[in-house]
């Protein structure tokens, strides 16, 4: 739900923290604890991490309140990391002799996992300094906090202090943490302190209507050219097409669906966000009648709301932007697996204790075999999912995040002069599938016209005139701050994209993203149920997510990790993309989700990262906007990935 501002000209968000999150990318990864000089910590703690970055030159506005009640977690760490990682490393690789001898969650606990003696040395330690502690999760992995700021302050021996930052007034620690040193090494990470931290959808959206002058979208592509406007600037020439809106069954012909006769019986698929609405299940009952596609049977979709609901999940305007994404997830992932079951695990509101809850929850209570995560934000100074998505892999279950919609983050961290590429979470973590975008153009017969990286630049007229050209939305790409190459990558992914050292470079492959070559989406927004064109790798994510789901129902069996499979039979598996030559455009006009507001027609670039300084690239071979390449053939992808 982003726009651009075109006083600015820069990416924006109506919920303005969106921006925040993404500007403290800028934070170079802070590594803490072991070989701290000790003068640093205080007698008798020990470092846990610094203070956010971006706290350094934001306005401080004083401390916090000391009243004021703050949510966070206090994550533990597990009592034997190394042996975890080792074990997923292992059940996921077809080399291994444990290739896919999953664990159950109590197992992965009891081998693995924290003591209960560690769990309560810290829950102690929390009570005793006046906080109150909620349930912790079979997976002896966190605590969940409740307390004022100044118990929080006392116990983290920090001060929370009130700061002005993109315009918001948030709270956050203005000192390092830490912790007393007898519980160095048990705890392991903070989650929620910073109030500014929210993470975001991806979804990409565009009005399907013909209202106030927008151009009723193309049911394939070419149907309909837009001549009521004037002709498009180089490097394109002529009337442009209006952008495509497809429906499930004529992606899942391009995409070769019905050939593999699979449609996800009796796989369970899991969908980690936030928030929730009583109008969902109606909402994909009229999106599945209106699109053709196979009504949700009794029990096929289901919801595992938290108890209680953070503030940001109460305000309705808040909801119904964040049921765009729920809808086109659910909708996205039938389109694929129309008897595929969805187990919708929102969390209580878009901040990582909560995001934490709701995937540990999800994956403690195994009942799915894929997860799919449209949501991210800038990578912090830990990859604060990772222990969860080790135990995700150790119980077979397969996880991919969408790579986001900001390209290399360039544009959004700020003007291109001065801003650099950084990285999004979790899209970075190296124990998930990351998906990455593209255009794909599919014709009146169901064939593949094109399909190429999904890289959006804009132009806008006023008269006959064209602005210069400007970033409009791109697939999420990049490398690591914090996360080094992982071994399935070693030797596919060169050093121009994996950097010297080498990090973890993503997304891993790519599918249908572009909002100009867009997927229909129903969903109630502001008490009416509407249908929409609606993109980004928040599409990507959960179609692929369906994909997986027609694999592990072929297989007979969960599939667990992806990537080490999905590497080694890259040939087969994936359609590799290259080439980054602008051939192709629409028109349209573009709407402001903020206003409501049309502005001047425009001029969408595909493929169009020639156009504007940009570290990305689409080459032969792996890429950094869609990695190892499109899920082109779903029957070669099953195949390959069993
Ligand atoms: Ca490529």
């Known amino acids: 739900m982003r726009f651009f501002d075109p006083s600015t000209g820069r990416r924006g968000s109506r919920r303005p923290l969106f ?46 309140p000391a009243g004021k009640i703050v ?87 920090t001060t929370i202090k009130s700061y002005s930052r993109n315009n918001q007034n948030v709270t956050a620690p203005a000192s390092a943490l830490t912790v007393p040193s007898v519980l160095a090494g048990r705890v ?4 929620g302190l910073d109030s500014s931290e929210i993470y975001r959808t991806g979804a990409k959206v565009s009005p399907n209507g013909a209202s106030a002058g927008n151009v009723t979208c193309s049911t394939y592509w070419g149907e309909n050219t837009n001549t009521s406007y004037i002709p498009a600037p180089a490097p394109l020439s002529g009337n442009q097409p209006n952008r495509a809106c497809y429906t499930p069954s004529r992606l899942n012909a391009a995409r ?118 449209s949501w991210g934000g800038a990578e912090s100074n830990s990859a604060w999912l990772h222990s969860v998505y080790v135990q995700a892999a150790s119980q077979g279950i397969s996880v991919m995040a969408s790579s986001g919609d900001d390209g290399d983050n360039t544009y959004s961290n700020g003007s291109a002069s001065k801003a650099r590429p950084s990285a999004d979470y979790p899209a970075s973590d190296s124990q998930l599938t990351s998906i990455g975008g593209t255009s794909l153009g599919i014709d009146s017969t169901n064939s593949t016209l094109f399909e190429q990286a999904w890289y959006d630049v804009i132009s806008r007229s006023s008269g006959t005139t064209w602005t210069s050209d400007v970033f409009y939305g791109a697939s999420g790409g990049g490398k690591s701050a914090i996360t080094s190459q992982p071994s399935y990558q070693t030797g596919i992914v060169s050093s121009t994209f994996s950097g010297k050292p080498a990090k973890r470079a993503y997304p891993d492959i790519a599918n249908i993203a572009d909002s100009q070559t867009g997927y229909v989406v129903g969903v109630t927004q502001a008490g009416a149920y509407t249908t929409l064109t609606v993109g980004g790798t928040s599409l990507a994510s959960p179609y692929t997510a369906g994909e997986v789901a027609l694999a592990v129902q072929t297989k007979g069996a969960r599939l667990g990790f992806l990537n080490p499979k999905l590497y080694q039979n890259r040939a087969t598996a994936v359609s590799d993309v290259s080439g980054s030559t602008v051939n192709r455009g629409t028109e349209g006009k573009w709407k402001n989700p903020s206003t409501g507001t049309y502005i001047e027609p425009t001029t969408y670039f595909l493929n169009g990262m020639s156009l504007l300084p940009s570290s990305q690239q689409s080459v032969a071979g792996w890429d950094n906007i869609t990695g190892l390449g499109a899920v082109a053939n779903a029957s070669n992808f099953i195949t390959a990935i069993q």
């Open 19 to 64: 921006v925040a999150l993404a500007a403290g990318a800028f934070a170079l990864p802070v590594v803490v604890a072991a070989g701290l000089p000790a003068a640093a910590t205080p007698t008798g703690r020990a470092l846990l991490h610094d203070a956010p970055a971006w706290t350094a030159s934001a306005k401080a506005l004083g401390a916090a």
């Open 71 to 157: 949510n966070f977690s206090v994550a533990i760490a597990p009592r034997d990391a190394a042996g975890a990682q080792a074990f997923a490393d292992a059940v996921s690789d077809p080399h291994s002799a444990s290739y896919r001898h999953f664990l159950t969650p109590e197992q992965y606990t009891a081998r693995f996992g924290a003591t209960n003696a560690d769990v309560a040395a810290v829950v102690n330690w929390l009570q005793g300094a006046g906080l109150q502690t909620g349930a912790v999760p079979i997976s002896n992995s966190y605590v969940p906090v409740t307390g004022s700021v100044a118990a929080v302050n006392k116990a983290l021996g």
């Open 188 to 191: 392991s990470d903070v989650l």
């Open 256 to 373: 070769g669906i019905p050939a593999t006769g699979k449609t996800g019986a009796g796989v369970t698929v899991g969908n980690v966000l936030w928030c929730d609405s009583p109008t969902i299940p109606s909402d994909l009952n009229t999106w599945a009648a209106q699109v053709g596609a196979p009504a949700f049977t009794a029990g096929q979709y289901t919801s595992q709301d938290p108890a209680t609901w953070d503030a940001y999940c109460t305000n309705q305007a808040n909801v119904d932007g964040t049921m765009v994404e729920t809808a086109l997830d659910a909708e996205a992932i039938h389109g694929a697996a129309p008897d595929a079951k969805i187990i919708y695990a929102p969390a209580a509101g878009p901040y990582s204790n909560y995001l934490l809850t709701a995937t540990q929850n999800l994956v403690n209570a195994n009942q799915v075999s894929i997860i799919t995560n």
